[in-house]
């Protein structure tokens, strides 16, 4: 199996991911070497005597994603789900930066619907909600596009907390919608080593989901 190597690991739909890390398809294999950059002391800690390779430090830090990348190693595959304003472009922007110098080559990267040439189809309410944030992850997919790595790109739609359905699919029209970070997360891991994805993009939602109110 492929190394791992996530970045956004400690909530979110990267949680949900490195909960799938140790379940392989075949229970007879290893487990699988995984490798995460944590910016929480506490929680990388925890992590650690879980048997997961922890780098703390933050993703804009050149020293801790170049430790991060060295510790995975050339044959991991990264997974980015990152979100925050300082991250969305700039901390991705150096991971892909890094794995190209030190030989990496695949790259799962989440961004949303909305990004990229879906930007037309964002709503007015949308763009003056979230607009920024779609914008800087537009930076760093295109950044992903135009570099070395063997990239697949990942747009959500809006991210909801319950269990997984099983029942998202992945679009390559304009799409909407919602979908449960912990599909996004199964999608994520069929994917990574799945050559029929690579350089590909994919909007990700689950039709007739709704949020409860």
């Known amino acids: 199996m492929k190394p791992w190597l996530i970045f956004g690991g400690g909530h ?8 799938l890390a140790n379940q392989p398809a075949d229970p007879l294999s290893s487990p699988r070497s995984v490798t995460l950059l944590i910016r929480n002391p506490q929680q990388a800690e925890a ?5 997961f390779s922890v780098v703390c430090g933050d993703a804009c ?26 991250a969305d472009y700039q901390g991705n922007r150096l991971i892909i930066d890094t794995a190209e110098q030190l030989g990496l080559k695949r790259m799962l990267l989440v961004t949303s619907i909305g990004c990229g040439e879906s930007w037309p189809t964002l709503s007015s309410a949308a763009r003056a909600a979230f607009g920024q ?11 992903l596009q135009t570099s070395g790595l063997i990239y697949t790109l990942v747009r959500p ?16 029209t304009e799409a909407h919608g919602m979908v449960t ?12 080593e799945d ?5 590909q993009i994919y909007a990700l939602v689950e039709p007739g989901l709704t949020r409860k109110k």
């Open 61 to 86: 830090d050149p020293a801790s994603v170049l430790e991060a990348c060295r510790l995975a190693g050339p044959e991991a595959a990264i997974i980015s789900t990152l979100g925050s304003r300082s």
């Open 47 to 51: 992590l650690r005597s879980q048997g």
């Open 181 to 192: 970070r912990a599909d996004v997360a199964m999608h994520l891991s069929q994917m990574i």
């Open 195 to 199: 050559p029929a994805t690579y350089y």
């Open 157 to 172: 739609g809006g991210l909801l907390d319950s269990p997984a359905t099983g029942h998202a699919i992945r679009l390559q």
């Open 133 to 143: 944030a779609v914008r800087e992850k537009s930076l760093a997919e295109s950044w």
């Open 12 to 19: 979110g739909v990267g949680a949900h991911l490195l909960a």
